[in-house]
């Protein structure tokens, strides 16, 4: 499950996967920020988000990974 904040529309969840690569040497843990990079382009409420733009998120891991 995907949830994704947007400034205008606040919080809403997609049911989607999309390809993309973590950006950089980063350490990932279970709530620290993640750079990713998108291997394929995304659209979401219309808008489209094209192949290779950077993105930044929260890791969210589960107990067993």
Avoid: H, W
């Amino acid at each position: 499950k995907l949830v994704l904040k947007t400034p205008r529309q606040g919080k809403f969840t997609a049911k989607a996967l999309f390809k993309a690569a973590i950006y950089g040497n980063q350490t990932v843990g279970s709530g620290s920020q993640v750079r990713i990079r998108l291997l394929e382009s995304l659209v979401i409420d219309g808008q489209t988000i094209p192949t290779n733009s950077l993105c930044t998120g929260i890791a969210m891991l589960g107990s067993n990974r």
